[in-house]
């Protein structure tokens, strides 16, 4: 089995910053692409970074400027540096790993984290 274990949420003012990581444990082979999704009340799931395993990264247009995202392949850790944080960057923040594991290597199974929250106040 594999687990995806989030840290750094919290409650921040307008405009400052939090660091998301995600540590992966268990089965691994190999980590593929990773990436952070967030989900507000009310409303659904939604990419907010991906980096792959090559370490292209991709955003949303609404976090593009803002947010960084970042991995350590050596920890297998992927990290969400977020800074100039907006009250609409307020949510529950979830880590997702594509992985081959130590029993299945021709296959790819995504992982997801439990969720961190984040809660920007104005």
């Known amino acids: 089995q594999v687990q995806l274990v989030e840290s750094g949420g919290g409650l921040v003012q307008a405009g400052g910053s939090l660091r998301l990581s995600c540590a992966a444990s268990?089965?691994?082979?190999?980590?593929?692409?990773m990436g952070w999704y967030r989900q507000a009340p009310g409303s659904q799931r939604e990419r907010v970074a991906v980096?792959?395993?090559?370490?292209?990264?991709s955003y949303a247009d609404s976090v593009k400027g803002r947010f960084t995202i970042s991995r350590d392949n050596a920890k297998n850790t992927v990290y969400l540096q977020m800074n100039s944080l907006k009250p609409e960057d307020t949510a529950v923040y979830y880590c997702?790993?594509?992985?081959?594991?130590?029993?299945?290597?021709?296959?790819?199974?995504?992982?997801w984290g439990q969720g961190t929250q984040v809660t920007v106040s104005s």
């Open positions: 268990g089965s691994i082979f190999s980590l593929n692409a």
């Open positions: 980096i792959s395993s090559g370490s292209d990264t």
């Open positions: 997702n790993a594509d992985v081959k594991t130590r029993e299945r290597q021709r296959n790819t199974f995504k992982y």
